[in-house]
Antibody, heavy 119, light 107 residues
Framework: QLQLQESGPGLVKPSETLSLTCTVS??????????WGWIRQPPGKGLEWIGD???????YYKPSLKSRVTISGDTSKNQFSLRLTSVTAADTAVYYC???????????WGQGTLVTVSS | EIVLTQSPATLSLSPGEGATLSCRAS??????LAWYQQKPGQAPRLLIY???NRATGIPARFSGSGSGTDFTLTISSLEPEDFAVYYC?????????FGGGTKVEIK
């Protein structure tokens, strides 16, 4: 059974770097069928796609975040990570990791983790 | 970046009533559109994919239609568990985007 679990600090200071990890069980992030992605949701607001990574290492990012975002994978730990630099209060959100097949949709999601940006 | 505009923002209805939710794309997404349901404190759940196909385990009261730029999610008769927020999403190209959501609330 596939499980995705986000982990990382729940509080980050303004101007610092947000780092989250998604640990995958029940599948391999090297599976050629799937993309692995990050989506966030500010409190009380809608969903915002951040980016995807493919097993080959190819990445795709939201243009407005591209200069600050890096998504990477660690096949040895079966994890993929999100790094967001120079955070502000606007980056406060629940961050979800999720999986979608090559020509498909986000069926599998983590439970989400709240990250608050505050001094 | 394709913008998805959902309307209305809020729909106030009673159980048993039908609901019609709209999603409009700023350019054609063909049929590469999905609908998700999200309840408080939960991750989104895929309801409809490729505009009109129900995902596994989704009741038949949920249906999707449309292509190109205009899409509709219809709930034929609202059950108590259907009161939630609904989002559309496209996947015709990167960057992927979500609509702003429609909240279906109890009247």
């Amino acid at each position: 059974q596939l499980q995705l679990q986000e982990s990382g600090p729940g509080l980050v200071k303004p101007s610092e770097t947000l780092s989250l990890t998604c640990t995958v069980s029940g599948d391999s992030i090297s599976n050629t069928i799937y993309y692995w992605g990050w989506i966030r949701q500010p409190p009380g607001k809608g969903l915002e796609w951040i980016g995807d990574i493919y097993y080959s290492g190819s990445t795709y990012y939201k243009p407005s975040l591209k200069s600050r975002v890096t998504i990477s994978g660690d096949t040895s730990k079966n994890q993929f990570s999100l790094r967001l630099t120079s955070v502000t209060a606007a980056d406060t959100a629940v961050y979800y990791c999720a999986r979608h097949p090559f020509s498909g949709w986000y069926v599998n999601w983590g439970q989400g983790t709240l990250v608050t940006v505050s001094s | 970046e394709i913008v998805l505009t959902q309307s209305p923002a809020t729909l106030s209805l009673s159980p048993g009533e039908g609901a019609t939710l709209s999603c409009r794309a700023s350019q054609s997404v063909s049929n590469y559109l999905a609908w998700y349901q999200q309840k408080p404190g939960q991750a989104p759940r895929l309801l409809i994919y490729d505009a009109s196909n129900r995902a596994t385990g989704i009741p038949a009261r949920f249906s999707g239609s449309g292509s190109g730029t205009d899409f509709t999610l219809t709930i034929s008769s609202l059950e108590p568990e259907d009161f939630a927020v609904y989002y559309c999403q496209h996947r015709i190209n990167w960057p992927l985007t979500f609509g702003g959501g429609t909240k279906v609330e109890i009247k």
